[in-house]
């Protein structure tokens, strides 16, 4: 009995002790606990303010990004030439092309003239006045460097609908992009615009007609038509998302080397709107390059027609074409303000050859020489300063 009282006590004191104890921690947890919250928000203070700090004394560096811009003209494919370019399996143009592919790929972005709808094989090769082509003259372009081509011409409506959506669906399959012609609405809202070395680039395409075949009701997305008013909210509209606008325009008189009035006047229309860069193409001849001062004192480059770069056409210039290229230059001067610049226009003119519609290739025309131009000297000669003339009278 005692025993059992003994150990009820001590039971008991040890109880207490425990109670008493933890009594005596509790001040003690609670002094600890506040210390550290106070302590971890002086540090956490200390880091905004020096992480704010850290972002005043940050200080924006302007800077400087260029590139590279490459234009071609006519890529117009007869029967000659693609029966030429007739393998066992099908079609390669890239031996056509191989002598002039390095003047396309060292440019940062190029584009050329579609001319000839690449409707594909399926539906039946074409050739003038109503033409298809393979879906190879894509992938031999694609091969070489070209990155957009241009497919609002008179020949887009050649052989109707099915043939600008097979040929943009091939298209959209190797990745090369175009402008001019859509699938749809939705495809047509959808400015092109191509970016390098952080320079945005939007290509925006016309033509002046279709060689009278009406566009399908309700489908105006099929081909870009000149129209200036729409013409102008598309320029409006690329402005907001690039910082270059570069119109093709497909215009002025077959087979003539100077561009007509109509031509001058939509060129500096297109100027006072704010375009960079306007490429034309329809004659199948070289037509001069030109500076144009827009309204707004702003420089716009304009080369009134690149000529044809692959064909079947032949003598009285149609078998001359050429590569352009233009340096744009962008200077950042502050997170919202920067400046574009086109300089240093260069023009190569080249040459379609071909021995009685056979071996047909695409060579700089001051080597023509070596694939039977006899005055090939005195012709690189002639349209380098007949390119040239207008840009040398301002200089």
Known sequence: MRRSRRKKRALISTKYLISTMILLLIPFGIYFTLHNVKANTKTEAYIAQNHEFKKTEQHFKPFTTSITLAAIGD?????????????????????????VKGLLENADITIANQETIVGGTEIGLSTYPSFNSPYEVADAFKDAGVDIVSI?????????????????????????????GYQSPEDKSRIRVLNQNGIKIAFLS???????????????????????????QDIKAAKEIADV???????????????????????????DEGVDLIIGHHPHVLQPMDWLT?????????????????????WD??????????????????????F????????????????QNKNFKVVPLENAGAVGLSNAKSKYDEMTQHMNQWLNQKQ
């Open 206 to 232: 016309y033509t002046y007609g279709t060689n009278g075949i009406p566009v399908p009701k309700g489908k105006d997305h099929l081909v870009n038509l000149i129209d200036m008013d729409l013409i102008k």
């Open 152 to 180: 609002a011409n008179n020949h887009t409506l050649d052989r109707g609908e099915k043939a600008i959506i097979s040929a943009t669906n091939y298209l959209n399959k190797i990745g090369m992009e175009y402008t001019g």
């Open 75 to 99: 890529i117009l494919i007869h029967s000659t030439v693609y029966n030429d370019a007739k393998t066992d399996n099908g079609y390669d143009f890239k031996p056509m092309i191989a002598n």
């Open 340 to 355: 574009i610049h086109i300089q240093n226009p260069q023009f190569t003119p080249t040459f379609v050859s071909n021995s």
């Open 294 to 314: 827009g309204k707004d004192g702003n420089q716009t480059f304009v080369i009134y027609s690149l000529g044809n770069f692959l064909s079947g056409q032949m």
């Open 245 to 271: 606008v570069s119109v093709s325009m497909h215009w002025g008189n077959e087979y003539q080397l100077l561009p007509n009035d109509h031509q001058k006047q939509l060129a500096q229309q297109l100027a």
């Open 317 to 338: 210039y149609k078998d001359i074409g050429g590569v352009l290229k233009v340096e744009i230059i962008k200077e950042v001067k502050a997170k919202d303000e920067s």
